[in-house]
T-cell receptor, first 115, second 112 residues
Framework: GAVVSQHPSRVICKSGTSVKIECRSL??????MFWYRQFPKQSLMLMAT?????????EQGVEKDKFLINHASLTLSTLTVTSAHPEDSSFYIC???????????FGSGTRLTVV | KQEVTQIPAALSVPEGENLVLNCSFT??????LQWFRQDPGKGLTSLLL?????REQTSGRLNASLDKSSGRSTLYIAASQPGDSATYLC???????????FGAGTILRVKS
C-alpha cells in the first residue's frame, strides 16, 4: 500500500515551453504533497508544499510563478514548470505522508531536460 | 533550521561485510526519522521509519537506531550484498508541517 505514482518519468522540452508533472496517490488520500528538486550528485531540496484546496507553500528562493503547483483533489498534485530554461533541467520528485505511522512515500521522479 | 550530516560520504566494501552508516542532525525536536535508499536516476525507497519514542527498528538485514537527545541515527547493514549498492539517505521529520530534511547521503558500493 501507500503508492505514489509520478508521470512522466522523463521529459525533454524546448526552452520557453511549459511542462506539467503529475503526482497521484493511488491507495490513500493525500491532503498534503511535497515537491522536491535534486541536482546531480546532490541531495533533495524541498521546493514547495502542496495543499489540497488551497495555495501551495513555497520554500525560500523558489519562484512561485515559475513552478506552479495545483492540488486539485485529494489524490492529485501537479507541478508545472513554466517558460522552462536549461537551468531548470533537474530531477523532480514528489512525496506524500499517508499517515504519521507509515512515513513518507515517494514517487519515482521525473527527469526534466530543457534544450 | 535543521541540518543533517551523513558520514561517510562514500563507502566501497567487499561483499559480506557489515556496515555502519552515520547520520547526525542539529535539531532534536523531531517527530520521526526515515532512512531511504535511492538507486541512480530513481525515486526513493523507504527502508526504515523510527518514531521519536523508539530507539531502533529492524527490517531483515537492516537495523536503524535513534538517539534523539544527541541528534544521531545509525543504519547497520549486515552481510552486505552487491544489490545493496545505492545512495542511502537519512531524513528526520519535524518542525511546522512535519517536513523531511535530507542529508547529502552515503554512496555505497558493494563489490562482488
Amino acid at each position: 500500500g501507500a503508492v505514489v505514482s509520478q508521470h512522466p518519468s522523463r521529459v525533454i522540452c524546448k526552452s520557453g515551453t511549459s511542462v506539467k508533472i503529475e503526482c497521484r496517490s493511488l491507495d490513500f488520500q493525500a491532503t498534503t504533497m511535497f515537491w522536491y528538486r535534486q541536482f546531480p550528485k546532490q541531495s533533495l531540496m524541498l521546493m514547495a508544499t502542496s495543499n489540497e484546496g488551497s495555495k501551495a507553500t513555497y520554500e525560500q528562493g523558489v519562484e512561485k510563478d515559475k513552478f506552479l503547483i495545483n492540488h486539485a483533489s485529494l489524490t492529485l498534485s501537479t507541478l508545472t514548470v513554466t517558460s522552462a530554461h536549461p537551468e531548470d533541467s533537474s530531477f523532480y520528485i514528489c512525496s506524500a505522508d499517508p499517515s504519521r505511522d507509515y512515513g513518507y512515500t515517494f514517487g519515482s521522479g521525473t527527469r526534466l531536460t530543457v534544450v | 533550521k535543521q541540518e543533517v550530516t551523513q558520514i561517510p560520504a562514500a563507502l566501497s566494501v567487499p561483499e559480506g561485510e557489515n556496515l555502519v552508516l552515520n547520520c547526525s542532525f542539529t535539531d532534536s525536536a523531531i517527530y520521526n526519522l526515515q532512512w531511504f535508499r535511492q538507486d541512480p536516476g530513481k525515486g526513493l525507497t523507504s527502508l526504515l521509519l523510527i518514531q521519536s519514542s523508539q530507539r531502533e527498528q529492524t527490517s531483515g538485514r537492516l537495523n536503524a537506531s535513534l538517539d534523539k537527545s544527541s541528534g544521531r541515527s545509525t543504519l547497520y547493514i549486515a552481510a552486505s550484498q552487491p544489490g545493496d549498492s545505492a545512495t542511502y539517505l537519512c531524513a528526520p521529520a519535524g518542525g511546522y508541517g512535519n517536513k523531511l530534511v535530507f542529508g547529502a547521503g552515503t554512496i555505497l558500493r558493494v563489490k562482488s
